[in-house]
């Protein structure tokens, strides 16, 4: 039996940053003031901002980045291999990247494929995110929609944040 145990390794972080065992981060970047929760994975070369939250049970794959100031709430699954081929890519040049800029906020339990999604985003629990978003607001479902143009108050600035 082969056996391997979760662990945070060349880990490169800022001031302050908290991780909730047990975690899986590896080989991956985090600004100043960041939080890791509990039953999370960030695989290598992940690059995460200041101040950003990953909430429990998220799994963070390699080729994603994400800005400052976001919210990523629990149980939030980023993709990079879109099984183009009807199967696992296992050659990392098959996998695609995936931005997320700065004071966006998604809603547990979301899906969010190779996309890019701009500074001010909030993207509803449970939602599935397919294509680009390019433009401010809330959007939400399976596929993603825009649902309001509205961006209230971020949910980083929420001094009840859970
Ligand atoms: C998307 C969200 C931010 C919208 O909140 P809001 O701006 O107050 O919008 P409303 O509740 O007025 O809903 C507007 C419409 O979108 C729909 N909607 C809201 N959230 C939705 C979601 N997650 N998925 C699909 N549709 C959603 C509503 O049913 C409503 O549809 P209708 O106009 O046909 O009735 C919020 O519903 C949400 O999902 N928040 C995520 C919270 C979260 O995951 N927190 C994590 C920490 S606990």
């Not at 047990?22 to 985090?30: A, D």
């Not at 960030?42 to 963070?60: A, D, E, L, T």
Request: proline share 4%.
């Amino acid at each position: 039996m082969k056996e391997y145990h979760s662990k945070v390794i060349d880990v490169e972080h800022g001031d302050n940053f908290t991780v909730v065992q047990p975690v899986n981060i590896y080989s991956c970047s985090f600004g100043d003031d960041c939080f890791v929760g509990p039953f999370v994975e960030v695989q290598k070369n992940v690059k995460i901002g200041n101040r950003s939250r990953i909430q429990s049970h998220c799994f963070v794959c390699e080729l994603v980045s994400i800005g400052d100031d976001c919210f990523i709430g629990h149980g939030v699954m980023f993709i990079n291999d879109l099984f183009k081929d009807g199967a696992p890519a296992y050659d990392p040049q098959d996998w695609k990247k995936t931005n997320i800029g700065n004071k966006v906020s998604i809603g547990s339990n979301s899906t969010i494929l190779p996309v890019d999604i701009c500074d001010n985003a909030i993207i509803g629990a449970g939602s599935v995110v397919v294509k680009d978003i390019t433009t401010p607001g809330t959007y939400a479902g399976n596929p993603a929609k825009l649902i309001h143009g509205i961006v209230k108050t971020s949910m980083i600035d929420d001094e009840n944040i859970k």
